[in-house]
Structures are given as structure tokens and as C-alpha cells.
């Protein structure tokens, strides 16, 4: 990792897969297990793929420590047809759902639900971007099918610094595309956790659900059987093909993991890491600025300016172009925010970090005023 010949990738997903694992998927791509067929060409009900949809779930059951009434389930449909599977599988119980909104990814979740039942937000649209109202001052309603909330916004560079508090006791619901095995989690105090698997844990193509079984058997009559978490969950993830070659590579990172000291370890470089760049922003003179609350800045995508507080596009330009050319990739912020962005998933090193700080500190001895 971090060498002269690799592409340092900040981006925020797809994102990095682990070298070793792309050279484990290399060496058996034309023939998996000495049979002379790529695992894209298997059938999804072979015995080699049924091995490995079991192991990529034994997995996640390890790693996150899942209990027993807990199910797992592989989809497709991106994040956004998540979006619209939790509702359509949850809100019937009361046809209301409690929705936090903290960024661009649970106010796209909110207009998938409204397409279902009645939303309620927990607390008003934000004055500021890069914040999370008190969580004594949210608005729950005790009648709620669910309570959902996005534990780390990409966009935004905002993170639940904890579990949010849920004073009905109603099913917790969370996305963690972006924070699943950043950080050990207690599955216990979730209905549903889920995901899609292209930024920690895989390629694009798959997503995870995690789900309390008492969760499942409510979905609405006109939820489709591909996104019925119920139907999902009777044929083990293989009601139609799945995405067969997705969920072996992600089978691969989840073994990565296991052996790179697990989600603790996982957990541990994911501190060093975020506190090493938002240290070089904090001692910058203001040159690099950080526009998140500091309470619930993300370990995981951190935006930052360049060239002062509101940042200068020109500096900005000249900074991806400098940057670039050290193979330092995908560093532009969200079309919707600006600036730069810097995804540090489990993929990313803390020597990909070094090299970026290291740059960071010559631009700013070339630039500053």
C-alpha cells in the first residue's frame, strides 16, 4: 500500500479494496478452485457459491458479535432502493416512521419513505449544514413503526458520535453504508442495520441487512419480492441471482478484516487516522478549515477547504491538479458541497494518510499568505 506504483484512492465509494485481496481475486478469476470456471460464471445455486453467500454471513456474524434473532440478508438496489425496502417492509406496523435528517443521504431516505406512510422528522432542517441537534431536543413520536437515522453522512462529513436514544423503545433502524466495521456496535439495540458494501466491506453491487426476525413477516402488499425482506431472508439471499461476484469479493475483505485484527482493529486505525488530518487542519493557520461541528466531525469522510474558512476555488483547482499528479486520487468534495473530501475506509492506510498530510503540509508552505 502507499507505494510509488499505486494509486493513493480517497474516494468515497466505490472506494479502496485491499491489495492482497484483489490479488487473492486476480490469481482465481479464470478458475475458482481448480474447476476451470470463473465464480462469474457459476450458478448461484452451485455449491461453491451457496459456501460462500454462508461464510460472507458467518462473517458478518463474527465481526459484529450479531445475537442469534438476528437474520442476514444480501441484496441489490444500491443504497437508494434500501431506502425504499425498509419502508416498505417496517412502516405498515403503524404507517408512521420517525426519521432523523442529518445530510444528503437520510433526506434521500425520507423521500423514498414518504412514498409509503407518514414521516415525521425528529427535529427541523438544520440553519447550519455539519450538525446534530441535542437529542433532547428531538421530536419522537411513541406511535413510530421505527426510528431511522444515517450513522455517517458521505456528503456531509457528519457522525453519530453514539447511538442515538430511543425513548419509545420503537425498531432503531440505521444506515451505516459508510461506518459498518469502522467501530464495534452493539447490533442488540437495532431492528435493522443495513448498507450497501462498496465503501468498507466490498465492491459496489451488494447490500447487507441486518435484521431482528421479529422485523420480519409485516411488509406492505405492494412491496416487490426482490426488496421483501422476509421473502429475502426464506431463500437465504438467492431468490434471483444475486450478485454473485460482489458478495465473493466481499466474502475476501471480510476475511481481510478478520485477520487485520477485526473490527477493534479496524476501529483503532480509523482513530489514528481521521486524528491525524483533522490535526494537520486544525494546526494550519486556518489555511485548512473543517466546516463540521467538532462533536460530530466523521472519522470516516472528512471535507475540508483550502485557502481559508470559505476556501478559495483557484487554491482548490491547483490543490486535486498537485495532488493528482502524486497519484493522489478523488480528493474533490461532493458536487453539492464543494472543497475537498478525504474517505478514509478500512482500505485506506495510515501511510496513504502520511503521504496525504505530507502533501498537505508542502501545499500549504507553498500557498499560504
Not at 110 to 124: D, H, I, S, T
Request: hydrophobic content about 40%; aromatic content about 8%.
Amino acid at each position: 500500500m502507499g507505494n510509488s506504483n499505486t494509486a493513493l484512492n480517497f474516494g468515497a465509494g466505490p472506494a479502496k479494496l485491499p491489495r492482497e485481496v484483489l490479488q487473492e481475486v486476480q490469481a482465481e478469476l479464470l478458475s475458482y478452485q481448480d474447476s476451470g470456471m470463473s465464480i462469474m460464471e457459476m450458478s448461484h445455486r452451485s455449491a461453491e457459491y451457496s459456501k460462500i453467500n454462508k461464510d460472507a454471513q458467518q462473517s458478518i456474524r463474527e465481526l459484529l458479535k450479531v445475537p442469534d434473532n438476528y437474520r442476514i440478508l444480501f441484496m441489490q438496489g444500491g443504497g437508494v432502493g434500501a431506502f425504499a425496502a425498509v419502508a416498505m417492509n417496517l412502516i405498515n406496523r403503524t404507517g408512521t416512521a420517525d426519521y432523523a435528517v442529518t445530510g444528503t443521504w437520510s433526506a434521500s431516505a425520507v423521500k423514498e419513505a414518504q412514498k409509503y406512510g407518514k414521516v415525521n422528522l425528529v427535529f427541523p432542517k438544520a440553519d447550519k449544514p455539519g450538525s446534530i441537534p441535542d437529542q433532547s431536543t428531538w421530536n419522537c413520536d411513541p406511535n413510530a413503526s421505527y426510528l431511522y437515522y444515517c450513522d455517517n453522512e458521505t456528503v456531509d462529513g457528519v457522525e453519530f458520535p453514539e447511538i442515538p436514544s430511543n425513548p419509545f423503545n420503537v425498531p432503531l433502524v440505521a444506515d451505516m453504508s459508510s461506518s459498518i466495521m469502522t467501530k464495534r456496535v452493539d447490533v442488540s439495540k437495532f431492528g435493522v442495520i443495513f448498507g450497501g458494501a462498496q465503501k468498507n466491506i466490498g465492491p459496489a453491487g451488494v447490500v447487507f441487512v441486518i435484521i431482528r426476525e421479529d422485523l420480519l413477516g409485516k411488509p406492505m402488499d405492494i412491496c416487490p419480492s426482490v426488496m421483501n425482506f422476509t421473502h429475502i431472508d426464506k431463500c437465504n439471499s438467492v431468490h434471483n441471482t444475486p450478485a454473485t461476484l460482489s458478495v465473493y469479493i466481499m466474502e475476501k475483505v471480510l476475511r481481510w478484516i478478520t485477520a487485520n485484527g477485526g473490527v477493534e482493529g479496524m476501529e483503532k486505525q480509523s482513530f489514528a487516522k481521521s486524528d491525524l488530518l483533522y490535526k494537520t487542519i486544525a494546526n494550519s493557520n486556518q489555511f485548512y478549515s473543517s466546516p463540521i461541528d467538532e462533536n460530530v466531525r466523521s472519522r470516516i469522510n472528512i471535507p475540508f477547504r483550502v485557502g481559508g474558512v470559505n476556501g478559495n476555488e483557484e487554491l482548490e483547482a491547483l490543490f486535486l491538479e498537485k495532488a493528482e499528479k502524486l497519484k493522489m486520487y478523488q480528493l474533490k468534495g461532493h458536487r453539492s458541497v464543494g472543497g475537498m473530501r478525504a474517505s478514509l475506509y478500512n482500505a485506506v492506510s495510515i501511510e496513504d494518510v502520511n503521504s496525504l498530510v505530507k502533501f498537505m503540509l508542502e501545499f500549504q508552505k507553498l500557498h499560504a499568505v
